[in-house]
Nanobody
Framework: QVHLVESGGGLVQAGGSLRLSCVAS????????MAWLRQAPGKEHEFVAG????????YYSDSVKGRFTISRENAKNTVLLQMNSLKPEDTAEYYC?????????????????WGQGTQVTVSS
């Protein structure tokens, strides 16, 4: 059974930084596109950032472009999200997700496997 385990969430002041990590197990990690998705209270799940199976291309939502950076280390079955210049509107539960399409998607429904999530709270 596939497991995706996120870590690194927490409480930070506006303008601060956090780095999220996700470790995958029981998954041919290097064959999957990976993404970070989020859900704010009372809102639907939202695509944040994605990365190709080989790490050669990344893509972001307009709301985080220039502030967040996604990366992956296939040898460690790990995907990272570096979040800088955080804003209160970034407050959400953040999920790591895997897509069998090696190039991924901006559509949250395309991601077959999800982690349990890690909470990020940004205070003003």
């Amino acid at each position: 059974q596939v497991h995706l385990v996120e870590s690194g969430g927490g409480l930070v002041q506006a303008g601060g930084s956090l780095r999220l990590s996700c470790v995958a197990s029981d998954l041919s990690f290097s064959a999957y596109a990976m993404a970070w998705l989020r859900q704010a209270p009372g809102k639907e799940h939202e695509f944040v950032a994605g990365i190709w199976y080989n790490g050669e291309s990344t893509y972001y939502s307009d709301s985080v472009k220039g502030r967040f950076t996604i990366s992956r280390e296939n040898a460690k079955n790990t995907v990272l999200l570096q979040m800088n210049s955080l804003k209160p509107e970034d407050t959400a539960e953040y999920y790591c997700a895997a897509d069998t399409d090696p190039l991924g998607s901006r559509n949250v429904e395309d991601y077959e496997y999800w982690g349990q999530g890690t909470q990020v709270t940004v205070s003003s």
